[in-house]
């Protein structure tokens, strides 16, 4: 049910730290172990050292044990349907199947659903991985 996985996400979003942009972002992540991990963006007065909500989410999975996105969500109170950037789309994809679905949300809920393929088709991929 991507209901809660929207609500993890809007809740995430109010940890936003984002006085520059002042643009927060909240990102959920159902993992392999069930578990839901939150993210929101992280900026800072030097701006390029900011980070996006899903890196954030990502590092909360990653340092919480689990290593796959079984489906994701991401919301920005300003943007009624708010795409992963492009190198947020990579960080993902790392964690995700090409059928992973990500869940774009409004304040009401999941507005658009997308998979990983969709969001990154001809992505990079190498013998490596
Ligand atoms: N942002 C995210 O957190 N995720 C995205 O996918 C798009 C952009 C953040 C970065 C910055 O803190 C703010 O939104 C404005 O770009």
Request: glycine residues 8%; contains cysteine.
């Amino acid at each position: 049910m991507s209901h809660d996985l929207f609500e993890a996400a809007r809740g995430a979003m109010a940890f936003a730290h984002a006085p520059y942009s002042k643009f927060p972002v909240g990102a959920a992540i159902r993992a392999e172990d069930g578990k839901i991990y939150t993210g929101a963006n992280i900026e800072n007065l030097s701006f390029p050292q900011g980070w996006c909500a899903e890196p954030t989410a990502i590092s909360a999975m990653i340092m919480g044990g689990a290593r796959k996105i079984v489906e994701m969500a991401v919301i920005a109170e300003k943007l009624p349907l708010c795409p992963p950037c492009g190198g947020c789309r990579q960080k993902i994809s790392e964690f995700a199947a090409k059928d992973t679905k990500i869940y774009l949300c409004d304040e009401a809920g999941v507005q658009k659903t997308m998979t990983m393929e969709e969001l990154l088709p001809f992505s990079f991929e190498t013998e490596l991985g």
